[in-house]
């Protein structure tokens, strides 16, 4: 696509309940970013893919959280019993294989409440 | 390891003043640097960057910065503000190999007063 889409804009879930968030990266962009931001913590690096490589999980928090990207493109990060303390927009970007010095391109995010 | 500092989570300027919004870095290797911006609601929009071609980088709606490495620092300037400018700016630094993942400052807010 034009752009990367990010599914669901807003999600509003109960403490304890798993979510699941999904990215759709610009097609060929082999090289796919998750990052958190919230209030007090800022923008959080949390799980890169490129290509079949096995992904730097570095940044996720907790064993809670989990990510996939099937087929070198969709990707979609889980959480499992989510905690309020996991409110917070989470970022997709994704970038080309030789595009590292043209910067990523973000998608707009998905807002998680948890209640 | 690499991190950023902006100086100022807020910083209010009048319509047709100069926009100053500071970044310093820390690398231990030559970075890439980029200037990304915020506006409510939305993804974060590439503003410039810096990969260690010239110094002086413009980037979109008339917004430059100068990487000075004497001074670790990559401030974001516009000559003359307008309100469709007010909005979160962020500065990141990247390694130059790997992963090239970014680590963020904690971003300024730039208020634009009529």
């Known amino acids: 696509g034009a752009g990367v889409s990010q599914s669901p804009s807003n999600k509003v879930t109960e403490k304890g309940k798993d979510v699941e968030l999904r990215c759709d990266p610009i097609?060929?962009?082999?090289?796919l970013y998750w990052y958190r931001q919230s209030l007090g913590q800022g923008l959080e690096f949390l799980i890169y893919f490129q290509g079949n490589s096995a992904p730097d999980k570095s940044g996720l928090p907790s064993d809670r959280f989990s990510a996939e990207r099937t087929g070198g493109s969709v990707s979609t990060l889980t959480i499992q019993r989510t905690q309020q303390e996991d409110s917070a927009v989470y970022l997709c970007?994704?970038?080309?294989?030789?595009?590292?010095?043209?910067?990523?391109?973000f998608g707009s995010g998905t807002r998680l409440t948890v209640v | 390891a690499q991190s950023v500092t902006q100086l100022g989570s807020h910083v209010s300027v009048s319509e047709g003043a100069l926009v100053l919004l500071r970044c310093n870095y820390s690398s231990s290797v030559p970075p890439y640097l980029f200037w990304y911006v915020q506006y409510p609601n939305q993804g974060l929009q590439l503003l410039l960057k810096y990969t260690s071609a010239a110094t002086l980088v413009k980037g979109i709606n008339g917004f430059e910065a100068e990487f000075k490495k004497s001074e670790t620092s990559f401030h974001l300037t516009k000559p003359s503000a307008h309100m469709s400018d007010a909005a979160e700016y962020f500065c990141?630094?990247?390694?130059?190999?790997?992963?090239?993942?970014?680590?963020f400052g904690t971003g300024t807010r730039l208020k634009v007063l009529a």
């Open positions: 097609s060929g962009h082999t090289a």
């Open positions: 990141a630094v990247s390694d130059t190999s790997g992963t090239y993942k970014y680590i």
């Open positions: 970007a994704s970038r080309s294989t030789t595009g590292a010095q043209d910067g990523y391109t």
